[in-house]
């Protein structure tokens, strides 16, 4: 089995300033089912992000995706301002396990708060 070990999906696909994803598409899911099928990839790490205000439920997403597609394998995303109880609650959802994104070492030192 092949596996993909790291892709983001977003509701409304990836976007930035400069607009749309490069894959042309404002479904992530779509493009991505496409590229699986094209290269027989069975499983798929889903590391969750919701920085740059380009999906702030991202985690609740990905986790409602988990129930329809067996393929996915996701990560929440947590950056500094991270809670044990977040964390416990996402886990809870179906993450099987989390994604830090810290900008510097002042947020990692603000994360080892918990």
């Known amino acids: ?28 899911l779509a493009a991505y ?8 990839i069975g499983q798929s790490l889903v590391v969750g992000y919701e920085g740059d205000d380009i999906d702030p439920t991202n985690n609740d997403y990905i986790a409602r995706l988990v129930a329809q597609h067996n393929w996915i394998v996701p990560l929440a995303y947590f950056d500094e301002n991270a809670t044990a109880d977040a964390v416990a609650r996402h886990l809870a959802a179906g993450h099987c396990g989390i994604a830090l994104y810290l900008e510097d070492a002042a947020a990692a030192a603000r994360l080892k708060r918990w």
Request: aromatic letters at 12%; hydrophobic letters at 35%.
């Open 1 to 28: 089995m092949i596996a993909d070990a790291h892709i983001h999906l977003f509701r409304h696909g990836y976007w930035r300033k400069r607009g749309l994803s490069p894959l042309g598409t404002t479904s992530d």
């Open 33 to 40: 089912a496409r590229f699986r099928r094209q290269h027989q």
